[in-house]
């Protein structure tokens, strides 16, 4: 069994950056894709980034993309996102998510969501 654990979510202002982190046990962590969700009151789970086993390839849509970076150290099995010039509309719950049959389709393959998320309010 997969568990998560996500920190680093808060008030933020516009412009401005955080970085969440994504503990992961329960499974080999280094040989599998993991990525990032996020989800905003009233809107559907969002793909926010992927990154394969590796580190080396990683993959944003246009929304995050130049704002957004993922990374992993896969001695510590956490993957991280920082995001950078923070805007509103990425006030969301951000949820990490590790590759898992019948997860949710990305260009890295499917991705499961395990954990509860963090919360990121950005403020104008």
Same mark, same amino acid.
């Given at each position: ?37 996020? $989800? #905003?009151? +009233? ?11 590796? %580190?080396?390839? *990683? ?39 590790? $590759? #898992?049959? +019948? ?11 395990? %954990?509860?998320? *963090? ?6």
């Amino acid at each position: 069994q997969v568990h998560v654990v996500e920190s680093g979510g808060g008030l933020v202002q516009a412009g401005g950056s955080l970085r969440l982190s994504c503990v992961v046990s329960g499974r080999t962590f280094s040989t599998y894709t993991a990525g990032w969700f996020r $989800q #905003a009151p +009233g809107n559907e789970r969002e793909f926010v980034a992927a990154i394969d086993w590796s %580190g080396h390839n *990683t993959f944003y849509p246009d929304s995050v993309r130049g704002r957004f970076t993922i990374f992993r150290d896969n001695a510590k099995s956490t993957i991280y996102l920082q995001m950078n010039r923070l805007k509103l509309e990425d006030t969301a719950v951000y949820y990490c998510a590790v $590759q #898992a049959e +019948g997860g949710i389709s990305t260009p890295f393959g499917e991705l499961r969501v395990w %954990g509860q998320g *963090t919360l990121v309010t950005v403020s104008s």
